[in-house]
């Protein structure tokens, strides 16, 4: 069975997530502090962790940065603003994921399996492999397919997939966009930013349907996600 590991200090929220992650089949183990945290990573690996960055004494931070010293395991941050996102994006600690509290409980549910279901496909690097295989970026020419479908990408637009492609699933804000995709970011607004991926988008789902292929994290920014089984 799949265990999931639920750190948070809240009692009430994890009892709601410890519901309803159980009714979706999950084994679920809850501990209420980071050192616990770290102790129940090495004693009993969990299959995925669902991390709360306010924690008393060893914040989820710190946890992560340890847990990331021995244990690739995919693992979720819960944290209390949107705006605290972009910060932790920013630190690139090697988090799977990020939910924004107050979440729906179903929504973290759809996360979770979102990201067993990327890990399944054989880590992160077979995910990058098969993205490679699914979508095909030639610099030199400026050309680009999908799943063997020619994309017609404005300059921008190249860019754009090209940063979030190398590292799927992971999650971009606007302005690691601005700075991985433009030349020269002082010309180009966020809200640019949006709008290319607007057109993206239609051009991907035009040539490859049946998948969201840029996932958009609200108030925080978006990914490219693989096609699950790709
Ligand atoms: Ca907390």
Same mark, same amino acid.
């Given at each position: *069975?799949?265990?999931? &590991? !639920?750190?948070?200090?809240? =009692?009430? !929220?994890?009892?709601?997530?410890?519901?309803? +992650?159980?009714?979706?089949?999950?084994? /679920?183990? %809850?501990? *209420?502090?980071?050192?616990?945290?770290?102790?129940? *990573?090495?004693?009993?690996?969990?299959?995925?962790? +669902?991390?709360?960055?306010? &924690?008393?004494?060893?914040?989820?931070?710190? $946890?992560?940065?340890?847990?990331?010293? %021995?244990?690739?395991?995919?693992? !979720? *941050?819960? /944290?209390?603003?949107?705006?605290? $996102?972009?910060?932790?994006?920013?630190?690139? &600690?090697?988090?799977?994921?990020?939910?924004?509290?107050?979440?729906?409980?179903?929504? $973290?549910?759809?996360?979770?399996?979102?990201?067993?279901?990327?890990?399944?496909?054989?880590?992160?690097?077979?995910?990058?492999?098969? =993205?490679?295989?699914? +979508?095909?970026?030639?610099?030199?020419?400026? @050309?680009?397919?999908?799943?063997?479908? /020619?994309?017609?990408?404005?300059?921008?637009?190249?860019?754009?997939?090209?940063? &979030?492609?190398?590292?799927?699933?992971? !999650?971009?804000?606007?302005?690691?966009?601005?700075?991985?995709?433009?030349?020269?970011?002082?010309?180009?607004?966020?809200?640019? $930013?949006?709008? @290319?991926?607007?057109?993206?988008?239609?051009?991907?789902?035009?040539?490859?349907?049946?998948?969201?292929?840029?996932?958009?994290?609200?108030?925080?920014?978006?990914?490219?996600?693989?096609?699950?089984?790709?």
């Amino acid at each position: *069975m799949t265990r999931i &590991l !639920i750190v948070e200090d809240e =009692q009430d !929220i994890a009892s709601v997530l410890q519901d309803y +992650l159980r009714h979706a089949g999950f084994e /679920t183990e %809850h501990v *209420m502090d980071g050192r616990t945290a770290l102790e129940r *990573m090495r004693a009993a690996p969990p299959d995925l962790s +669902l991390l709360d960055v306010m &924690l008393p004494q060893l914040d989820g931070l710190a $946890v992560l940065r340890e847990a990331r010293a %021995h244990s690739s395991h995919p693992i !979720i *941050m819960l /944290t209390a603003r949107v705006e605290e $996102v972009d910060r932790l994006i920013g630190l690139e &600690l090697g988090a799977d994921d990020y939910i924004c509290k107050p979440f729906s409980p179903r929504e $973290v549910v759809a996360r979770v399996r979102a990201v067993l279901r990327r890990f399944a496909a054989g880590g992160a690097e077979a995910a990058t492999a098969a =993205q490679a295989g699914a +979508l095909a970026l030639d610099e030199t020419r400026w @050309h680009a397919a999908l799943e063997g479908a /020619t994309l017609q990408l404005t300059r921008s637009e190249f860019r754009l997939l090209q940063a &979030l492609a190398k590292s799927p699933g992971r !999650i971009f804000s606007r302005g690691q966009l601005l700075e991985l995709a433009y030349d020269d970011a002082l010309d180009v607004t966020e809200r640019a $930013v949006d709008s @290319h991926v607007k057109n993206l988008r239609r051009k991907l789902a035009a040539a490859a349907p049946g998948h969201e292929w840029i996932r958009s994290v609200y108030g925080v920014g978006f990914s490219f996600e693989a096609r699950p089984g790709s």
